[in-house]
């Protein structure tokens, strides 16, 4: 019989991928901050908790998905947290994107119950925690990371344990790295392009054919193109993303110039009111830092 599994944040991605989990046969037991974003999975079959808490002690594994790491240190070690109600020999999987270095003390708290906890950020945006096809990185302990994988595998496709607790975590800010300096990247060509006199579309294309070609060029460089940032990624999560790998470098006192200039993009896009644009807008900042505008 399917384990009760706990879902803690139903938003944009923990919304779709509480009802997968569901979908693929399994009890869940939820948690949201509002009401209203438990009800389609109680509707679905779900049983609503009235705290982390709650949630924990009815479930052997329990998801969290939430903004940042301040929100998941109050869900995992607050007041009613994961850890005033965590069994022994239960496993806490984080998905949401926080400090690798947050994530190590969450982990050694709950350790201290008994209790295993995985760091499993993910990548694919809402469109991947839909038709569960996320890509998920995993850091913490192997026989934890076994025990989850069939989960693990309703939510996404490519999973990799990366390595222990954290692993996961510098992954994602490993991600995060190349996907802003890339939207960057795109942003100079179609800028160079345009300045030129060339057709970007005819760049974009050309492009696409060759070494460049890339995901984000595909899908965002059209969007740029088009003017279009409805958002897929936020840039203020995404601007959230490069605080933290800002963070670590200092940390580890390492230079990591290029993020910092991607991430004073996106700072800027966020000073001025765009956060809800897609993070393909650091393109208006490149555009506008050159006397151009949309």
């Not at 974003?37 to 939430?66: E, R, Y």
């Not at 569960?132 to 850091?139: A, F, K, N, Q, R």
């Not at 192997?142 to 510098?170: D, K, M, Y």
């Not at 897929?232 to 390492?254: C, N, Y």
Request: negative net charge; aromatic residues 4%.
């Amino acid at each position: 019989m399917a384990e009760t599994i706990g879902f803690i944040g139903l938003g944009i991605m923990g919304l779709p991928m509480a009802i997968n989990l569901i979908g693929a046969g399994h009890r869940l037991v939820v948690h949201a901050r509002r009401a209203e974003s438990m009800a389609p999975l109680v509707q679905a079959g779900a049983k609503a908790c009235d705290s982390p808490a709650a949630v924990a002690w009815q479930s052997t594994v329990i998801f969290t998905m939430v903004a940042d790491t301040p929100d998941v240190e109050q869900v995992m070690l607050g007041e009613r947290g994961v850890i005033d109600g965590i069994q022994a020999g239960s496993i806490a999987v984080d998905m949401s994107t926080i400090s690798p270095s947050a994530t190590r003390h969450v982990s050694a708290r709950l350790s201290e119950r008994g209790a295993e906890m995985l760091d499993a950020p993910v990548s694919g945006g809402d469109i991947g925690a839909i038709n569960g096809t996320l890509s998920i990185m995993v850091g913490g302990n192997e026989t934890a990371f076994e025990r989850v994988l069939p989960l693990f595998e309703v939510l996404g496709r490519n999973i990799v344990h990366v390595g222990p607790s954290g692993a996961g975590q510098v992954c994602k800010a490993c991600n995060q790295i190349v996907v802003a300096q890339t939207i960057a990247a795109v942003g100079e060509a179609l800028l160079l392009a345009e300045a030129s006199g060339v057709d970007g579309a005819k760049v974009r294309e050309s492009l696409l054919g060759g070494f460049a070609g890339s995901r984000i060029l595909e899908v965002h460089g059209q969007r740029m193109l088009d003017a279009n940032y409805a958002p897929g990624f936020k840039a203020s999560l995404h601007q959230k993303d490069m605080r933290i790998v800002q963070e670590a470098a200092q940390e580890l006192g390492i230079a990591l110039p290029g993020a910092s200039q991607v991430a004073q993009y996106l700072n800027a896009l966020v000073g001025q009111g765009f956060g809800e644009l897609d993070s393909a807008s650091v393109y208006r900042m490149q555009r506008q830092l050159n006397g151009r505008s949309d």
